[in-house]
């Protein structure tokens, strides 16, 4: 084979295998949600629509959390301070188990006017698995703390997940696709020991009968 045609059947050969990795590499379904919050504020009930992106990253034996709100959910009638409103929130785990993660995040960086919808800063928070398999991610209950008063947002109209990822529980092993578990040798009891030591027994019978049987024609044939 010449260098040429060698250089490439090995090229083919890497894309191929490649190939084959991202295939079987769980991939992370990731989606910005719209969740409609309802929300009990000090002034009454308020509502407000924000779309939701969770995404997760790989720390240790466990997941980092990041929920990023693309629009504010609330609003206050006075201005708030830079750092007067603390904020927090829940993710919903499903999938191969049910959890609650609480996530948390920084202070607001800047003054927010009167009247102006509120930006949540990033949430962040840690999921450690308590199984493999496929998780789903929610958003959950918000919770917003501002000037000694608190805000729960509840959403309302039962978002679908913002997140779905193949997980790996400490410690385990994430279930791989079309994996199929390992044979097993059949196992053998009492009874089929006595079989097997009958059938042995037999054949050594048998064995013990054609030497005799042999050595008997033999010596037949001698006398003759």
Do not use: H
């Amino acid at each position: 084979m010449s260098d040429r045609k060698r250089s490439t059947a090995l090229a083919l050969a890497s894309a191929l295998a490649g190939s084959a990795v991202l295939l079987a590499a769980p991939a992370a379904q990731a989606a910005v949600v719209d969740v409609a919050y309802d929300c009990k504020t000090p002034i009454g009930d308020k509502s407000a629509v924000s779309p939701i992106e969770i995404k997760a990253v790989k720390e240790g034996g466990g997941y980092k959390l990041t929920m990023s709100f693309q629009k504010g959910v609330s609003s206050s009638p006075i201005e708030l301070g830079k750092g007067a409103m603390s904020p927090s929130a829940v993710i919903q785990v499903g999938g191969a188990e049910k959890a609650s993660v609480p996530v948390s995040g920084p202070s607001n960086p800047e003054a927010v006017p009167a009247d102006t919808p509120i930006k949540i800063t990033d949430l962040s928070g840690t999921y450690t698995p308590g199984k493999s398999g496929k998780a789903t991610f929610t958003a959950g209950v918000l919770t917003i703390k501002a000037m000694g008063t608190t805000t729960t947002c509840t959403p309302g109209n039962s978002p679908g997940p913002s997140l779905e990822l193949e997980v790996t529980a400490p410690g385990g092993s994430a279930p791989q696709p079309g994996a199929t578990a390992p044979a097993t040798l059949p196992q053998t009891g009492p009874a089929d020991s006595a079989l097997a030591l009958g059938t042995l027994g037999a054949t050594v019978l048998l064995s013990g009968a054609a030497g005799v049987l042999w050595l008997t024609r033999r010596g037949g044939r001698a006398r003759s």
